[in-house]
């Protein structure tokens, strides 16, 4: 069964840097792609960002282009995302998923995404 963990994220004040961690399980054999998502209250969840399972391949959206990186750990299967210059409107529950396919040489946001974690709160204070 496949599993998402998710840890970080928290209150951060205007200017500050989180980091979020994605932890893949259950797909064994395989370094899976991954994308991030964020969801605030009111508003449509929006594809922040996605590597693909070489890690060849990055995409940000470009509200958050210049202040987030993505990056991975292949060896635990494990996806990161670190933010930087935080604005009040990064404030939104962040999602880490993994595609129905789950491994290639691209990423794309908007894929089918078929496996979620279990969402973290990021609140940027102004």
């Known amino acids: 069964q496949v599993h998402l963990a998710q840890s970080g994220g928290g209150l951060v004040q205007t200017g500050g840097s989180l980091r979020l961690s994605c932890a893949a399980s259950?797909?064994?054999?395989?370094?899976?792609?991954m994308g991030w998502f964020r969801q605030a209250p009111g508003k449509e969840r929006e594809g922040v960002s996605c590597?693909?399972?070489?890690?060849?391949?990055?995409y940000y959206a470009n509200s958050v282009k210049g202040r987030f990186t993505i990056s991975r750990d292949k060896a635990k299967n494990t996806v990161f995302l670190q933010m930087d210059s935080l604005k009040p409107e990064d404030t939104a529950v962040y999602y880490c998923?993994?595609?129905?396919?789950?491994?290639?040489?691209?990423?794309?946001?908007?894929?089918?995404?078929?496996?979620w974690g279990q969402g973290t709160q990021v609140t940027v204070s102004s």
């Open positions: 259950g797909l064994t054999g395989y370094v899976v792609t």
């Open positions: 998923a993994i595609p129905a396919v789950v491994a290639g040489t691209s990423c794309r946001v908007r894929d089918d995404y078929k496996y």
């Open positions: 590597i693909s399972s070489t890690g060849g391949t990055t």
